[in-house]
């Protein structure tokens, strides 16, 4: 007789790529949960291949019984497996190669990899379709957090208006170190590659880009276009000072860096970059590594999900939930949610046109004349103010004068920024933030 | 050729019974966003039959070409449609049979109805697998956050620990405005009741019944126990008082109704309860009609949604997500998420082995020895305090003193209280309030 406490389907046949952190880790929670995971899976699900550089280092997970391949695109193609989960990461490379081959084999494929998809996720939207095999890819953002089923399908009744993000664990841990320490960027970056937070090449984090690979899964899922990396906006946390990070608190606001996208009247806009959200939003009270998407509906408003953004077992996850898709026939729509070949084209929204209100911080002469000079400035370009923040004074001396700026056009607020440069009075170059209402 | 932007599967057939506000809600929804739903669902969404009560009252949608049933039972059996959806409410009645008759004919239900899955959730979903036929419930809680999904599908990775929610929108609303206000709870409720916020009979809001029922089905999902409303802690509203709440606020905390659903080795707690959450906590800083749901998992750790907890829009996008999940062959998986015949009974924590923190609020004669006393019946209890807040003096008078209470059981706390109130100068009944670390 049959034990339902056993479901009794075929198990299901994984292929690990990739043994860093997460891919130990997914074995860790595969064999930790393995039970209720059958049970949630309606059969077992087993793994009978891995593939990683280095055979013989002890990653604290039992490989016996499982196949070992060298080449993770030979494995791929013949591994005695229904899935493959690809760990590898990168855009290129041995990672889409692997992923190519399995879906033109017609197995599964479940990916933590934002940069490929970021790159070529349409394309293998359309190759997965074309094989009828699964592609899915909720570890590719935000970790834990189920947000890419919650676009795709917990708010599929909605036209979405407008996704806002903290997408990118590493500089939110700068940010709110920054906010709590009063250090200065350089600083705590140094201490978050001590600590492991960050990497030896902080680039892809500290730069924004890998928030923008996120972001531009996103858009796709939650407008139903083509993903389109190229076409997002991007500025990284390195400028951001601890100047700033204290007139942003005198004034009632966090900077968090980023990733937004939004439908306009011109098109799409995508973008990264750090923003002033007023303290008191809930977005503002996500700190340290955790990330959080905000998605606005028509018909739903405003939902928000948080959650641990990265790491072995948030991102494990994320990639044994797809293999419960998998496993339980769930994983049957088009990976974004509407077929590739009826996604549109992005329509970018040139930043120019951007609407929204500015944080500007610039260092002046304190001499008479050069206020009324800058204001001079932006009124030439119908720019207005709507605070002025100055702190002592010295006379002849070097002052900083913190403005914000009502709702402006980006275009009009940098031509402004032009005109404010060439004030006589006015050292260096203004630092600009831009102000998100969330 | 087919154009890739309309995709050709045959349509969905929907009937939908109960037009309140939700059910015109669907209809709207469904037909705003028809292109976008068609694409993500794969296939046309239709409405070929409706019934309600009132065929003549105006609801803001066409009802043409739609097929009008008296009787939503024959709807359920005759209707030309794929999915019943059932918008009645009530645990019994025409709802239940409805849904069985609709299961029994093998078509699909797609429900926001609490009451009927906590009173019958585990009976009905054994009907729906028997059927092969999808039982969808995402609007049956928290509204328009899809938090069924995101504990059945995206975190079913886990071994779940936690659930703590804030599930009733009413009773969220009035402690919102009785903090902000001052007012105590017959009046806020009063004014809640004429803006529409609260119905003309409170009880299943504020009594802490509705946020059971939910409760119920989260616990089952979480722990693929029997849905077991039955076996839920259930304390309201009413006894919360504006002294109360100004006292929490001093302390550094937030009065919130709660459900919490907890794996203890004692068994599973589920209890609906007034506590004291940190101010700091971001469960606190959901207010208002906004509902909030935290899902502790081993590997995740602690993923939170946020979103709105009813209306017509809210309501109808978890719907009509569940319907999109229905036409695009995603609704597979037995409704409870593991199959009903291998959900475990649970077996409920008793309540006086619950651990916790406590706050108290005592009425006591303002004279000699009578704290001293207090202490002694705490200390014969193993309890111990963790601060005393009094404010001013009323010689033989009585004063009100605030005790928070470090953790102990349940049983031992109550057995101090009752020592408590046989004590000389203390009048009344002691206020107590559970505290969660959450």
Redesign the interface.
């Known amino acids: 007789m049959k034990d339902?406490?056993k479901?009794g389907g075929a198990p299901l046949k994984v292929a690990v790529a990739g043994l860093g952190t997460v891919g130990a880790?997914v074995l860790k929670?595969l064999a930790?949960?393995r039970d209720?995971?059958a049970?949630?899976?309606?059969r077992p699900i087993v793994v009978t291949a891995v593939s990683a550089r280095n055979r013989d280092k002890d990653r604290g997970v039992s490989l016996d019984g499982i196949a070992w391949f060298d080449d993770p695109v030979a494995m791929a193609k013949d591994a005695d497996a229904d899935v493959v989960v690809e760990l590898i990461g990168g855009a290129n490379g041995s990672a889409k190669a692997m992923v190519e081959a399995a879906l033109d084999a017609g197995r599964g494929v479940v990916t933590a990899n934002k940069a490929l998809l970021a790159h070529h996720g349409s394309a293998l939207s359309a190759r997965a379709e074309a094989a009828g095999a699964p592609l899915a890819f909720?570890a590719a953002v935000a970790g834990?957090?189920?947000i890419v089923?919650?676009l795709?399908?917990?708010?599929?009744?909605?036209?979405v208006e407008r996704v806002v993000g903290i997408l990118n664990g590493t500089c939110n841990y700068i940010l709110t170190t920054m906010r709590e320490t009063g250090r200065d960027f350089a600083d705590v970056l140094a201490d978050a590659q001590a600590l492991g937070y960050a990497e030896a090449d902080p680039s892809f984090d500290v730069d924004g880009v890998d928030a923008a690979h996120k972001l531009s899964i996103l858009t796709s899922l939650a407008f139903?276009t083509r993903v389109d990396f190229a076409n997002v906006h991007v500025e990284g946390i390195r400028h951001v000072s601890a100047l700033d990070i204290a007139y942003a608190d005198e004034l009632g606001y966090r900077i968090k860096l980023l990733g937004i996208a939004r439908r306009t009247p011109r098109g799409i806009e995508q973008r990264v970059h750090p923003c002033m959200v007023p303290k008191t939003s809930?977005i503002a009270?996500v700190e340290g590594v955790y990330n959080a998407v905000i998605v606005e509906?028509?018909?739903?408003?405003?939902?928000?999900?948080?959650?641990?953004g990265a790491g072995e077992?948030?991102t494990?996850?994320?990639?044994?939930?797809d293999?419960?898709?998998v496993a339980?026939?769930?994983a049957?729509?088009?990976p974004f949610?509407?077929?590739a070949?009826?996604q549109q084209p992005l329509t970018p929204a040139p930043m120019a046109e951007h609407v929204g209100s500015y944080y500007v911080r610039l260092s002046v002469v304190d001499k008479p004349g050069v206020f009324a000079a800058i204001a001079t400035a932006l009124g030439a370009e119908d720019v207005s103010m709507e605070s002025v923040l100055q702190h002592g004074r010295a006379p002849h001396g070097p002052v900083a004068v913190v403005l914000t700026i009502h709702e402006t056009t980006e275009g009009a607020f940098m031509r402004a920024l032009d005109r404010i440069v060439r004030v006589d009075g006015v050292l260096d170059q203004p630092r600009a933030i831009r102000i998100e209402a969330v």
Not at 39 to 42: E, H, K, V
Not at 152 to 159: F, I
């Open positions: 339902p406490n479901p880790g929670v930790g949960n209720e995971i049970a949630r899976a309606g909720e834990g957090i189920p089923k919650g795709k399908e917990g708010l599929a009744a909605n036209r139903g809930a009270s509906g028509d018909a739903v408003g405003q939902v928000a999900f948080r959650g641990r077992g948030p494990a996850s994320a990639v044994v939930a293999l419960i898709d339980s026939g769930r049957v729509a088009p949610g509407i077929a070949a009826a």
